[in-house]
């Protein structure tokens, strides 16, 4: 005997697929949207279906886009010598809210990790070489995440563009603001000793 | 009764997301062998976990027994491996003998032996001037451990001895064919006197002895493609790592010239 109806049972499968949502969140999300009005619901659809038909990887960068190039690829104000190169697009957020960058991106999307079939060809590292080869670009920011997967990403691409006249460099590792230095492993004590500044 | 929280040496071989700020490791251990475990929070910024639980690290780690996962609570570096983390070579090569681990293990099968190896391979990666001898002695070894050894004194598929001019590897056979037996594996390829006396070396001497003798490029290029294909034929997919290594012109580095 079916517990709940199939609709019902088909949003919570669902659901459940969604990142970091179990089963029990699944489940409360369901009745969460069976319970609430049916413009609430609707927009919900409607929002995932707009998202699907209308945003798209920019042909520059890949970032997500409802028109392509980008805004910020289009963007005259923005510094055409410099691309910052992310794992993802959610990595653009992050560094534009500094609002310290004003150069382009290039999203790889994804990062070197061969042991979970992550390999050179399914990311876009072609693509990345493609723009450099254009001329123009003065600098390559590596902005992968400081884990082995984003070490392996730059140091994959730093031997890619040794043939270029291309400065490469890589974000500064250290103590993250907050941080307690007792906890710190020697990797990053060791990496901020490096990269110390004077006061 | 089994104690609900445990403390052991380990090694980071791989991770996976897990929820919003935590990540799913496959740890390497001595006692309990491959294991599945949870840490919470390591994405964010400030995780006092995160730097001790990067991939290829070797750490003293506490964990507390879950229902389907083990959950890490403590975590701190033994030896970090800097130059196996930081140099595109030695990384590449570390990540190369994870995967092999990671691939030919299966989990809560504890290998004493196959984690001392796995350490001092870490260790030889890190401070040697050699990391494709070391990489090659581990996946020897480890094919060995696991069962998997190849069989290079007689023709696997009739016994006879064999002659040095016309040897023959076959992967699927898993070892050296004889001219009459290699059409019984579609895959089999011809193979140098050299490149069979130095694996001999690895699966039967200490790796001081090993490291002794010279490898010529040339049969260093041989010796890598058998490994990869006997393994591609055993585990049914191709080797990431070694794909990477590939497109890094493996074995040309600085480190492995002999």
């Known amino acids: ?199 | 009764m089994q104690e609900r929280i445990y403390k052991t040496p380990a090694v980071v071989l791989r991770r996976l997301d897990f929820g919003e700020t935590g990540k799913q490791l496959i740890i390497y251990t001595p006692r309990y062998g491959k294991l599945s475990v949870i840490a919470k929070g390591v994405k964010r910024a400030t995780s006092k976990l995160a730097g001790h639980l990067e991939p290829l690290a070797l750490s003293h780690v506490v964990a507390a027994r879950g229902r389907n996962l083990d959950t890490i609570t403590q975590a701190d570096t033994v030896e970090s491996f800097i130059r196996a983390r930081s140099e595109p070579d030695r990384l590449f090569h570390a990540l190369l003998v994870a995967e092999l681990l990671d691939k030919l293990t299966v989990e809560r099968d504890p290998n004493p032996v196959l984690w001392l190896l796995f350490v001092d391979t870490l260790r030889r990666v890190d401070s040697g001037d050699d990391t494709w001898r070391a990489t090659v002695y581990f996946w020897l070894r480890l094919l060995s451990e696991s069962g998997y050894q190849p069989a290079l004194d007689a023709c696997v598929q009739c016994g006879s001895a064999l002659v040095p001019r016309s040897l023959y590897f076959g992967p699927t056979a898993g070892g050296l064919l004889c001219q009459s037996c290699r059409v019984s594996d579609l895959g089999a390829f011809p193979v140098s006197p050299n490149a069979v006396k130095v694996m001999r070396a690895g699966l039967a001497q200490p790796y001081e002895e090993f490291g002794r003798i010279r490898v010529s490029p040339e049969l260093r290029q041989e010796i890598g493609s058998l490994l990869r294909s006997s393994t591609r034929s055993l585990l049914e997919v191709e080797l990431g790592s070694a794909g990477l290594l590939d497109e890094l012109r493996w074995p040309a580095s600085a480190h492995s010239a002999s």
Not at chain 1, 97 to 119: A, C, F, Q
């Open chain 1, 1 to 199: 005997m079916r517990m709940v109806a199939e609709p019902v049972e088909r949003l919570i499968d669902e659901l459940s697929r969604l990142p970091g949502v179990g089963p029990k969140t699944a489940a409360r999300l369901a009745f969460w949207l069976l319970k609430s009005s049916d413009e609430r619901a609707n927009a919900l659809a409607d929002a995932i279906r707009e998202v699907k038909q209308r945003v798209k990887h920019c042909s520059q960068c890949y970032n997500y886009t409802e028109s392509d190039p980008c805004a910020i690829c289009s963007s005259p104000s923005r510094d055409r010598s410099v691309v910052c190169v992310v794992e993802e697009p959610l990595d653009i957020r992050a560094i534009e809210r500094t609002h310290e960058y004003k150069g382009l991106y290039h999203v790889l999307l994804g990062h070197l990790s061969p042991l979970d079939n992550m390999t050179p060809d399914k990311l876009k590292l072609r693509e990345l070489e493609s723009r450099i080869k254009q001329g123009g670009i003065k600098e390559v920011i590596i902005a992968t995440d400081a884990t082995s997967e984003g070490n392996s990403t730059a140091f994959f691409i730093s031997r890619m563009l040794e043939p270029y006249d291309v400065k490469v460099t890589r974000l500064a590792h250290g103590l993250p603001v907050g941080g307690d230095l007792e906890y710190a492993d020697e990797v990053t004590i060791s990496r901020a000793l490096q990269g110390r500044q004077v006061m």
